[in-house]
């Protein structure tokens, strides 16, 4: 779906009418709002580091790939000289241990042993924005198109914030905030196993049984 598409839709659907950046500021507000439940994994690899001391800094915004990352799983560095190793996370307080933390704009390797070697990442890839109204969601933005309906509730819920339409607009959000709800599931199951057991429980107490 193109966001012309999905600005067609909301058009009809809430009745109201805007101008095309209007909507196109509510569609990437839209894709803020989904990023952190998409849990898109990317990974990046052969990432150069240098390091002083065992030490070094890898900046997340000069990376094209890293500066598109929501979020950082796991870190792994391959000395020179070495194979590769999967780092722990460490508090930003620990200057002692070795590991990797995360700053605003670095990842730092802290105590690796090595003058250099090659850094990969695992990382969730945010949701990125559209610019035009012939912007594809799946290709430009990378949302799959089964979550595209998503964008629409949430566009129609957004342009009806008259007073006189308000009943309507929660309607319309309380819908998409329930399709969140499935999405978030369905996504941690797919992307996290290891949290299927807790998921279920969550599942069952959402639909007010007990087992």
């Not at 659907?13 to 898109?40: F, G, H, R, V």
């Not at 003058?115 to 949302?143: A, I």
């Not at 819908?175 to 599931?185: A, F, H, S, T």
């Amino acid at each position: 779906m193109t966001a012309a598409e999905v600005i067609a839709l909301a058009m009809l659907q809430s009745e109201e009418t805007y101008d095309d950046p209007t909507w196109l500021k509510y569609i990437n507000a839209c894709l803020n709002d989904l990023t952190p439940i998409m849990k898109l994994l990317n990974t990046k690899s052969g990432i150069a580091a240098t390091l002083t001391n065992g030490n070094g800094s890898i900046s997340i915004a000069g990376d094209e790939d890293l500066a598109k990352a929501a979020s950082f799983l796991n870190v792994y560095f391959t000395p020179t000289d070495g194979s590769i190793e999967q780092l722990r996370r460490i508090p930003i307080s620990d200057n002692t241990s070795k590991g990797w933390k995360l700053t605003q704009a670095t990842i730092e390797l802290q105590n690796c042993g090595s003058s250099g070697g090659t850094v990969r990442t695992d990382f969730y890839k945010r949701l990125l924005p559209v610019t035009k109204t012939s912007d594809d969601l799946l290709s430009v933005t990378g949302l799959p198109s089964e979550y595209h309906h998503m964008v629409v509730l949430y566009c129609v819920a957004k342009s009806q914030q008259k007073e006189e339409e308000l009943e309507d607009a929660n309607n319309a959000y309380a819908e998409y905030q329930l399709g969140k709800k499935q999405l978030l599931y369905d996504r941690s199951w797919e992307m996290e196993p290891h949290m299927r057991r807790y998921l279920k429980r969550a599942k069952v107490a959402m639909l007010g049984g007990t087992r």
